[in-house]
């Protein structure tokens, strides 16, 4: 069974640095794009990032583009959500989700990581 | 303000069917497909729906999905109170170059 865990989320001050991660098996995570996606508490969802299977091709949100690096390892079968210029708006519980179908539809997700930005 | 609409809320009794409406623009669900998730309490979201009415292996034939134009629908038959949840719709926007999803909508099963 396809199994997403994300890992790294903390509590830190505006302007810090984060690098989640999320560990992927049940699936040939070379042969898939990835995806982060990100929820506010107590909001709706926010598409983040996306990298292709081979990890050439990479795209952001507006909100995050310049601050935020998607990037990954098929050797680890790991994604990876760098992060810095943190403000309080990246307030949010981050999921990984697989990309079957670049940016169409996401069929499975984590469970997610809390990254809480804060003074 | 998110580029989908969905109405906040929705409610019925068990056994109901209730309808959940996303409505969009030329530029996102008149040009793609939609989906949506479901988001039960405190747990990651499910992929309810993709394509606009294909349902993933293990989503009961209860949940279907419809779409016309710049408008889509799912709807929810013989209501239970395990659907209970948050639903959201998602497309994507060839004007903003982004996945986007709707505001989501909580179901409450009375």
């Known amino acids: 069974e396809v199994q997403l865990v994300e890992s790294g989320g903390d509590l830190l001050q505006p302007g810090g640095s984060l690098r989640l991660s999320c560990a992927a098996s049940?699936?040939?995570?070379?042969?898939?794009?990835m995806t982060w996606v990100r929820q506010a508490p107590g909001q709706g969802l926010e598409w983040v990032a996306v990298i292709s299977a081979n990890g050439v091709n990479t795209y952001y949100a507006d909100s995050v583009k310049g601050r935020f690096t998607i990037s990954r390892d098929n050797s680890k079968n790991t994604l990876y959500l760098q992060m810095s210029s943190l403000r309080a708006e990246d307030t949010a519980v981050y999921y990984c989700?697989?990309?079957?179908?670049?940016?169409?539809?996401?069929?499975?997700w984590g469970q997610g990581t809390l990254v809480t930005v804060s003074s | 303000q998110s580029v989908l609409t969905q109405p906040p809320s929705v409610s019925g009794a068990p056994g109901q069917r209730v309808t959940i409406s996303c409505t969009g623009s030329?530029?996102?669900?008149?040009?793609?497909?939609v989906h949506w998730y479901q988001q039960l309490p405190g747990t990651a979201p499910k992929l309810l729906i993709y394509?606009?009415?294909n349902r993933p292996s293990g989503v009961p034939d209860r949940f279907s999905g419809s779409k016309s134009a710049t408008s889509a629908s799912l709807a929810i038959t013989g209501l239970q109170a395990e659907d209970e949840a948050d639903y959201y719709c998602?497309?994507?926007?060839?004007?903003?170059?982004?996945?986007?999803f709707g505001g989501g909508t909580k179901l409450t099963v009375l």
């Open positions: 989700a697989k990309d079957p179908r670049w940016l169409q539809y996401f069929d499975w």
């Open positions: 049940g699936f040939t995570f070379s042969n898939y794009a």
């Open positions: 998602q497309s994507y926007d060839r004007s903003l170059s982004a996945v986007v």
């Open positions: 394509d606009n009415f």
């Open positions: 030329s530029s996102n669900i008149g040009a793609y497909d």
